[in-house]
C-alpha cells in the first residue's frame, strides 16, 4: 500500500478568509502530526479567475505567510508555488486526454463560475478540475483536506486515476509499477491511487454572514460577508455583529438549528475555532439570545485570529525568507513529481 501523503493547495486570490481558515488550513496543521504534507500556493489555477495579475507574486507570498502563521512547519513538509513545478502541467495535460468533456461540465464549480455565457469562459476555467487532480496525482497523494466545495473535484479526481488505471492496467502490470488496490469488490493494479478527501467538522462549509445560503467567498463583493485573516479586532466585531441572524434565541439542541442557516453557520463558527462540536456549543449557549452569543463569538474570533494575523504580518515583514520557502519546497517538490512523471511517461510511452 501506499504511505499516507496529504496534498493540498489554496489559490493566491484575493484574502483569505474564515472559511479558508477553518475549511482548509487548521487541517493542513492538524495533520502535519500524523502524514507527510505538501501545501501549495496554486498559482497556475487562479489564472482561470483572471489571466492579468499586477501582483500574482505577492498575493503567492501573502498565502504562503499565512500557511507559516498558522502553524504549518516547511522543514518537516513541503511549501511551495504550483508553477515552480511544471510536472503538475505535463500532467495535466496527460489528464486532459484522459478525463471525458461531459465529466467536466457537470462540475458544478465550473457552471457557477462560468454563468450564462459557458461558450464564452476559458479553456482554462473547463479544465480546472484536471489540474487539481494533477496536483494531488503527481505526489499520488492518499488524502486532500479542503472544504466542502471541493467534494465533486475530489470525486472526478478518482475517476481520473481510475480511468488512468484501466486504460493503462496493462503497461502497469507489464513495467511492474502498480500497486494493490481495492476498488469497490475489485481489486486492481493500479498506478495512481484513489484520493480520499478529509472533510467535514462543524466547519467544512462556511457561509457567507449576510445570507446563509451563499458559501463564504473571496469573491464575494460585500466585504460584511466574510472575515478576513487579516481583520483586526474591531472589524471582526463588528462583522459578528451585523451578522445576519433570525429572532429567535439559540436552541438547546443540533435539530433546533434547521431551517436556520445563519444561526447554524455562527454555531459552526464557534465550534470551529473553540474546537468542539455543534452540540457542545449548543450546551453552552442554548437558550440565549444573539445578543449574547455574538459578542462571545466575536472575542473568540479576536482570540484566535489576532496571533495569527501578526504572525502573517511579521512573516510578510521577511520575504526573502517567505521566498526561501518556496524555493525549497519547489525543488523537493519538483524531485517527488519527476520521479512519478518518469514512471507516468514509461507507461504512455512518451
Ligand atoms: P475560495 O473558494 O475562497 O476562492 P480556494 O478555492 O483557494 O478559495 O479554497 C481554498 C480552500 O478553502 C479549499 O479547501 C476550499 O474548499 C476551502 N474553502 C473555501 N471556502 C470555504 C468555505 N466557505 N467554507 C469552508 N471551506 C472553504
Ligand atoms: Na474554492
Same mark, same amino acid.
Given at each position: 500500500? @501506499?504511505?499516507?501523503?496529504?496534498?493540498?493547495?489554496?489559490?493566491?486570490?484575493?484574502?483569505?478568509?474564515?472559511?479558508?481558515?477553518?475549511?482548509?488550513?487548521?487541517?493542513?496543521?492538524?495533520?502535519? *502530526?500524523?502524514?507527510?504534507?505538501?501545501?501549495?500556493?496554486?498559482?497556475?489555477?487562479?489564472?482561470?479567475?483572471?489571466?492579468?495579475?499586477?501582483?500574482?507574486?505577492?498575493? &503567492?507570498?501573502?498565502?504562503?505567510? +499565512?500557511?507559516?502563521?498558522?502553524?504549518?512547519?516547511?522543514?518537516?513538509?513541503?511549501?511551495?508555488?504550483?508553477?515552480?513545478?511544471?510536472?503538475? +502541467?505535463?500532467?495535466?495535460?496527460?489528464?486532459?486526454?484522459?478525463?471525458?468533456?461531459?465529466?467536466?461540465?457537470?462540475?458544478?464549480?465550473?457552471?457557477?463560475?462560468?454563468? =450564462?455565457?459557458?461558450?464564452?469562459?476559458?479553456?482554462?476555467?473547463?479544465?480546472?478540475?484536471?489540474?487539481?487532480?494533477?496536483?494531488?496525482?503527481?505526489?499520488?497523494? &492518499?488524502?486532500?483536506?479542503?472544504?466542502?466545495?471541493?467534494?465533486?473535484?475530489?470525486?472526478?479526481?478518482?475517476?481520473?486515476?481510475?480511468? @488512468?488505471?484501466? *486504460?493503462?492496467?496493462?503497461? !502497469?502490470?507489464?513495467?511492474?509499477?502498480?500497486?494493490?488496490?481495492?476498488?469497490?469488490?475489485?481489486?486492481?493494479?493500479?498506478? @495512481?491511487?484513489?484520493?480520499?478527501?478529509?472533510?467535514?467538522?462543524?466547519?467544512?462549509?462556511?457561509?457567507?454572514?449576510?445570507?446563509?445560503?451563499?458559501?463564504?467567498?473571496?469573491?464575494?463583493?460585500?466585504?460584511?460577508?466574510?472575515?478576513?485573516?487579516? *481583520?483586526?479586532? *474591531?472589524?471582526?466585531?463588528?462583522?459578528?455583529?451585523?451578522?445576519? &441572524?433570525?429572532?429567535?434565541?439559540?436552541?438547546?439542541?443540533?435539530?433546533?438549528?434547521?431551517?436556520?442557516?445563519?444561526?447554524?453557520?455562527?454555531?459552526? !463558527?464557534?465550534?470551529?475555532?473553540?474546537?468542539?462540536?455543534?452540540? +457542545?456549543?449548543?450546551?453552552?449557549?442554548?437558550?440565549?439570545?444573539?445578543?449574547?452569543? =455574538?459578542?462571545?463569538?466575536?472575542?473568540?474570533?479576536?482570540?484566535?485570529?489576532?496571533?495569527?494575523?501578526?504572525?502573517?504580518?511579521?512573516?510578510?515583514?521577511?520575504?526573502?525568507?517567505?521566498?526561501?520557502?518556496?524555493?525549497?519546497?519547489?525543488?523537493?517538490?519538483?524531485?517527488?513529481?519527476?520521479?512519478?512523471?518518469?514512471?507516468?511517461?514509461?507507461? !504512455?510511452?512518451?
Amino acid at each position: 500500500a @501506499f504511505k499516507p501523503l496529504v496534498f493540498s493547495g489554496v489559490q493566491p486570490t484575493g484574502n483569505l478568509h474564515l472559511g479558508n481558515y477553518l475549511g482548509a488550513i487548521k487541517k493542513f496543521v492538524a495533520l502535519q *502530526d500524523t502524514s507527510d504534507c505538501i501545501y501549495c500556493v496554486v498559482d497556475l489555477h487562479s489564472l482561470t479567475a483572471q489571466l492579468v495579475h499586477e501582483d500574482l507574486k505577492d498575493q &503567492t507570498r501573502a498565502i504562503t505567510a +499565512a500557511f507559516l502563521a498558522s502553524g504549518i512547519d516547511p522543514r518537516k513538509h513541503i511549501v511551495f508555488n504550483q508553477s515552480r513545478v511544471m510536472q503538475h +502541467a505535463e500532467l495535466a495535460w496527460i489528464f486532459n486526454c484522459v478525463a471525458r468533456i461531459g465529466w467536466m461540465n457537470r462540475m458544478t464549480q465550473f457552471k457557477d463560475k462560468a454563468g =450564462k455565457d459557458r461558450e464564452n469562459a476559458s479553456l482554462g476555467l473547463l479544465a480546472y478540475p484536471s489540474l487539481m487532480a494533477a496536483d494531488i496525482l503527481v505526489y499520488r497523494a &492518499t488524502h486532500v483536506p479542503v472544504g466542502d466545495d471541493q467534494k465533486q473535484h475530489l470525486e472526478l479526481t478518482r475517476d481520473i486515476a481510475q480511468k @488512468f488505471n484501466n *486504460d493503462f492496467s496493462d503497461r !502497469i502490470a507489464g513495467l511492474g509499477v502498480g500497486v494493490e488496490m481495492k476498488v469497490g469488490e475489485e481489486t486492481v493494479n493500479g498506478f @495512481f491511487p484513489l484520493t480520499e478527501p478529509i472533510i467535514g467538522g462543524p466547519a467544512a462549509r462556511i457561509m457567507s454572514l449576510r445570507d446563509g445560503s451563499k458559501k463564504m467567498s473571496k469573491s464575494d463583493p460585500s466585504d460584511l460577508s466574510r472575515i478576513n485573516l487579516t *481583520d483586526d479586532a *474591531d472589524s471582526i466585531s463588528k462583522k459578528i455583529r451585523k451578522a445576519k &441572524t433570525d429572532p429567535e434565541a439559540l436552541p438547546g439542541e443540533l435539530d433546533g438549528l434547521a431551517g436556520r442557516p445563519e444561526a447554524e453557520n455562527l454555531v459552526g !463558527i464557534y465550534a470551529g475555532l473553540a474546537e468542539i462540536s455543534k452540540e +457542545a456549543v449548543l450546551k453552552e449557549f442554548g437558550g440565549q439570545q444573539f445578543s449574547v452569543f =455574538k459578542p462571545a463569538l466575536a472575542d473568540l474570533a479576536v482570540e484566535k485570529l489576532a496571533p495569527v494575523a501578526g504572525e502573517m504580518r511579521r512573516i510578510s515583514g521577511d520575504r526573502a525568507y517567505v521566498d526561501a520557502v518556496l524555493s525549497d519546497g519547489g525543488e523537493r517538490a519538483g524531485l517527488l513529481a519527476e520521479a512519478t512523471m518518469k514512471t507516468v511517461r514509461d507507461i !504512455i510511452g512518451l
